[in-house]
């Protein structure tokens, strides 16, 4: 009777295992933008978005628009329009303050007042705003014109609200303002190099057992004899060959 040897079979487990902690790794150390493309990341809730909706003014008459959206919140009798432009090439700090001299002096029925010229960090670039003050009649609007170049393309983010609970707080209109970005993907480093790491210290620790598992599995195999029916039509004896003649 034949005998074979029978060994234990390998499981799957540690396969879906390290997959499971490669696809963990990669989801927590990314950081995944709200919005793709440049876009203001912390747009309130309640805006609506809507490219066409209409620019109360140019800031760089002199240079075509590439790049044009809007959120807009018009509910209630309240009215809130955020506005990005975006202008071919980097601008320069002079350039925003001459464009605001220019704003300055455009002729207007409304009783108009310009805040300083601010500087700050926006997606990681050197950014200038300022705060405009708007009355006509009693009605009072604010906005805020924030200008991000980067390098090759500027964006003009435009914050133009009379509501209430913005115009009340211009610390809360510069926050949303700050929160624009091109929308890319940000990596954890560190958290990806730790994951990483710890995925090296499993492979190894699984290629020490890989190779010790052969002789491990030698001592827990078991020898089992399978009886064969020799007489199956299927194992006839093979004919003897003839005799040759001399």
């Given at each position: 009777m034949p005998t074979y040897m029978l060994g234990p079979t390998v499981s799957a487990h540690g396969i879906h295992a390290l997959s499971t902690t490669l696809l963990l790794a990669a989801i927590a150390g990314c950081d995944p933008p709200r919005f793709h493309?440049?876009?203001?990341?912390?747009?309130?809730?309640?805006?609506?978005?809507?490219?066409?909706?209409?620019?109360?003014?140019?800031?760089?008459?002199?240079?075509?628009?590439?790049?044009?959206?809007?959120?807009?919140?018009?509910?209630?009798?309240?009215?809130?329009?955020?506005?990005?432009?975006?202008?071919p090439g980097n601008m320069s700090r002079a350039e925003v303050e001459e464009a605001r001299e220019r704003s300055m002096n455009v002729p207007t029925a409304r009783r108009m007042s310009y805040g300083d010229l601010e500087e700050g960090r926006v997606d990681g670039q050197t950014a200038w705003a300022w705060m405009e003050v708007w009355e006509?009649?009693?009605?009072?609007?604010?906005?805020?014109?924030?200008?991000?170049?980067?390098?090759?393309?500027?964006?003009?983010?435009?914050?133009?609200?009379?509501?209430?609970?913005?115009?009340?707080?211009?610390?809360?209109?510069?926050?949303?303002?700050?929160?624009?970005?091109?929308?890319?993907?940000?990596?954890?480093?560190?958290?990806?190099?730790?994951?990483?790491?710890?995925?090296?210290?499993?492979?190894?620790?699984?290629?020490?057992?890989?190779?010790?598992?052969?002789y491990e599995d030698m001592r827990s195999m078991t020898l089992v004899t399978i009886p064969v029916d020799e007489s199956d039509d299927d194992l006839q004896e093979a004919p003897s060959p003839l005799p040759q003649s001399s």
């Open positions: 493309g440049p876009q203001v990341q912390g747009v309130p809730s309640g805006f609506l978005r809507n490219p066409g909706a209409g620019r109360d003014r140019d800031m760089f008459p002199d240079r075509p628009a590439i790049h044009v959206d809007a959120w807009v919140d018009a509910m209630f009798g309240q009215f809130s329009g955020i506005y990005i432009t975006g202008y006509d009649n009693g009605l009072h609007e604010v906005a805020y014109r924030s200008v991000i170049p980067y390098d090759t393309v500027t964006y003009v983010v435009d914050f133009i609200t009379d509501d209430p609970k913005f115009k009340s707080r211009p610390d809360s209109i510069r926050a949303i303002v700050s929160t624009f970005a091109i929308g890319r993907i940000e990596w954890n480093v560190p958290l990806v190099a730790g994951a990483l790491g710890f995925v090296g210290l499993l492979l190894g620790s699984g290629w020490k057992k890989m190779q010790r598992r052969p």
